[in-house]
């Protein structure tokens, strides 16, 4: 387990002896974002983190871990790795359990995909190097892009369409 985990944990405890004893335990430390966050990624954000979003902003709700390993991460959400431009959240990479309100995910057939997302444009990664191909699945300024090898999801990135579409042609990385 994480510090951090460790020190909520302890919180609680604290919390519910004080709480149990008649006293007043004062402010609480908010829940780990995955508690109160389905594992559905879809094309506004994760729960409390919405695309558009500040670092600023999520670092004040106490959502943003400035010291992940690969730049700032969610707190409690390891399988999300939120992408910034600007100051603003424009992607999240996820991986699995996380998936889309339709059911794709990290290791979902491509058939799958297209038949989920039939108006999905496909890219092709530049020949003669190690990238996936993608599927780019648009709704107005929005999508969600899935890497695959030709048979299976291999990454599973949602958020802006434009950012998106960046990312597959200057190529990409989680870190």
């Known amino acids: 387990m994480k510090l951090r985990q460790l020190s909520f944990i302890a919180a609680l405890l604290t919390a519910a002896a004080i709480a149990g004893s008649g006293g007043n335990p004062g402010p609480t430390a908010a829940p780990p974002l995955d508690a109160a966050v389905p594992e559905v990624i879809d094309l506004d954000g994760l729960g409390p983190v919405e695309f558009g979003d500040t670092e600023q902003e999520l670092a004040r709700r106490g959502v943003l871990e400035p010291e992940a390993p690969c730049g700032p ?15 603003r959240l424009v992607l999240l ?48 300024d929005r999508a969600y892009l899935f890497l695959h090898d030709g048979r299976t999801v291999r990454k599973t990135i949602a958020g802006y369409a434009e950012h998106a579409r960046r990312l597959f042609d200057e190529g990409y990385s989680p870190c």
């Not at 059911?103 to 108006?119: H, K």
């Open 73 to 87: 991460g969610l707190a409690g959400l390891d399988r999300v790795s939120p992408i910034f431009a600007d100051e």
């Open 93 to 140: 990479w996820a991986s699995p359990p996380m998936r889309t309100p339709e059911g794709v995910t990290v290791g979902t057939p491509v058939s799958r995909v297209r038949a989920a997302y039939p108006d999905a444009t496909g890219l092709s990664a530049p020949a003669g190097t190690y990238r996936f191909d993608g599927l780019l699945a648009r709704d107005g």
